[in-house]
């Protein structure tokens, strides 16, 4: 029987080349650039984690709506593809 991915694994994935493809999937650049975190929108309402043990998740602060790398998709408004 096949198994399905290790969500785990996966995030870990997505978080190593987070800054890729936030960028990727942003028509934006960020607001504001730390070292752990980038913020995107006029105000910086949207919060993605870039460093540490989190990196990948992200949170909106507009539509109070937090999640991991694999459900960004909800957030972006405009996207590459």
Known sequence: ?????????????????V?????????DRPTTKG???WRFRGKGSLSVVV????????????GAAA???WRWWPIFDACAW
């Open 51 to 62: 460093g540490g043990p989190d990196r990948g998740s992200w949170f909106d602060h507009e």
């Open 1 to 17: 029987m096949k198994r399905g991915p290790d969500m785990r694994e996966v995030a870990e994935l997505l978080g190593q080349r």
């Open 19 to 27: 800054t890729e493809l936030v960028l990727e999937l942003t028509a």
């Open 35 to 37: 070292r752990q975190e």
């Open 67 to 69: 999640g991991m790398p």
